[in-house]
């Protein structure tokens, strides 16, 4: 399972610990992922996520899992996601 939110594709990054003596030495910081289940409302059915913290405070911001979907880039999707929100259009249209 890679370490990477399924929402916005924040993932691990790297740098330095930095002493006082100023020896390097590397290190990885990881993003602070949750297992959530987020509810669909157009599709009228939950859908479970693997996404950031933060993302989940932008989902709740921007009026829910639907809001943040249409107006999310495709780049940054997964394909998970990019699948809900294809399904997502394809609700609204009909």
Not at 24 to 30: E, K, Q, W
Request: hydrophobic share 40%.
């Amino acid at each position: 399972m890679a370490r990477r939110c399924e929402l916005t594709g924040k993932g691990v990054m790297t740098g330095n610990n930095v002493s006082h003596a100023l020896n390097r030495t590397r290190r990885r910081f990881l993003p602070n992922l949750c297992d959530v289940t987020l509810l669909s409302e157009a599709l009228d059915r939950s859908v479970k996520l693997r996404i950031s913290a933060a993302a989940l405070r932008t989902v709740e911001h921007r009026g829910g899992l639907d809001a943040f979907l249409l107006k999310a880039k495709d780049e940054e999707l997964s394909v998970r996601a990019l699948g809900i929100k294809k399904e997502l259009r394809a609700t609204i249209a009909n």
